[in-house]
């Protein structure tokens, strides 16, 4: 008697609903992550951009402001409080993001997922 191999009706459903899971999972968390990776090329970009010096602070948090964040990624958790202007250990200055975003999954079961990049900035001192 020849004995057959395979997998079964409960086993595939079972490796359904698992797989099922991880797609919604990513569903839900892709989002916020893809929002993320254009927000750290805005900073890259301006931190590229004040590389010759000749930008202020104020003007490093003001092209952040207008230009770079609306043309990357709409996600309203994402605000200009949230990026500031650091002194470095170094002595020099750096811009860094820092910012939680909630995401809701099942019923009351949300993920809390905290976001922080830190870029190197070339300005020029004030006065």
Do not use: C
Request: charged share 20%; glycine share 4%; net charge neutral.
């Amino acid at each position: 008697m020849k004995r057959q191999s395979g997998i079964t009706l409960i086993g595939f459903v079972i490796i359904l609903i698992i797989a099922a899971f991880f797609a919604y999972t990513a569903m839900k968390l892709v989002p916020a992550y893809l929002d993320y990776f254009n927000v750290a090329k805005a900073l890259n970009t301006v931190a590229t951009q004040s590389a010759s010096g000749d930008m202020s602070v104020e003007e490093v948090q003001r092209q952040l402001d207008t230009q770079q964040l609306s043309q990357y990624f709409a996600d309203e958790d994402i605000d200009a409080k949230n990026i500031t202007v650091v002194s470095a250990p170094s002595g020099g200055r750096s811009l860094r993001l820092s910012y939680d975003k909630k995401i809701p999954w099942l019923y009351n079961i949300d993920f809390l997922v905290h976001f922080e990049k830190s870029v190197p900035l070339k300005v020029q001192s004030q006065g």
